[in-house]
């Protein structure tokens, strides 16, 4: 049970206090860095597992503050969600990157490119069309884009954001199911967004050569994926030995530190025009 001796209970509020304000600073900084376009994004590299040939990458957004310095998105981005930032933030990003494509069409000539999205996003009914003129735009060729999207409650059969996905895939852009496998990911989804490709959340991955039950999971992620012609991405991949696993399992595409970290754009141009032997 749980006792409120004033030991335990001052230190508690102190923390919750610090916390909320932290929060509201942090709000107001990303609202001001949106409106500045100030935010920015790296790549980080993603390799066919077979020839360990690079074949992409996923786009991951940067927040650099003044005050703040260098912020995780694993922390602003569920604030921008609860704050509604989120659409501003996602726009910004698209534009930003849409226009780096533009300005290096060498860097998606044979490669594709991966954008996170928010769920939130897709329950905007105009998102997949507004996504559509911006590409059309900048004149990129959507097939060269894939969606990447985290199931969450806002999925279960809700309309809108099934309609979004249905246009976007008519426009060209492939979609991926982030983070699966926790969370709600299900097997409806896979099936009824028609799918393009599941990436296998990190922590199936990261405690691959440790935990039987893991093993059995990302096995059957990737076999369900093969039945489902679906393609099978492994992330947070930070050592040989996993490497090695998935390769014979067949999982087609990898990601993590082993392979490559997250990189700016121009690193990651230099990275593709160097032609370096694969790992
Ligand atoms: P995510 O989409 O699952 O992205 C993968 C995260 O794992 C990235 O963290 C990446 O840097 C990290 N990672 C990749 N390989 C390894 C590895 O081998 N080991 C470890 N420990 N980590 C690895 P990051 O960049 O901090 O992003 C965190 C999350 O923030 C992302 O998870 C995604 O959910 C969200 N996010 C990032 N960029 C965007 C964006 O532009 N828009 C939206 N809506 N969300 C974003
Ligand atoms: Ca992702
Ligand atoms: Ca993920
Ligand atoms: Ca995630």
Redesign the pocket.
Known sequence: SVTYSSGNWLPFTDNLKNNHAHQLHLITQLTNDIQQEALY??I?PQVDLLTRQIIGG????RWNNDKLGQV???EF?PLAEQTGL?YK??DL?LEKVFQWAHQHPHALLNKRLS????ALDLLQEDFAHRVSLLIQRHRLSPQTFTI?I?ETSVFQNNAIVHDNVKQLHQAGFKLAI??FGVGYSSMQNLVALQTDEL?ID?FFI?SLLEDAQSQILCRNMIDLSKALNIISVA????SEGILQLLQDWHCQVG????LY??MSPADYLALLNKKVPPL
Do not use: C, W
């Open positions: 994004f790296d980080q996923e786009v991951l957004v995780s998105p694993a981005i989120i933030l996602t990003l954008i996170n999205i928010s990447e985290t982030d983070d990436k990190q990261m992330e947070g991949i930070e990601q993590g530190y082993h970290r997250p």
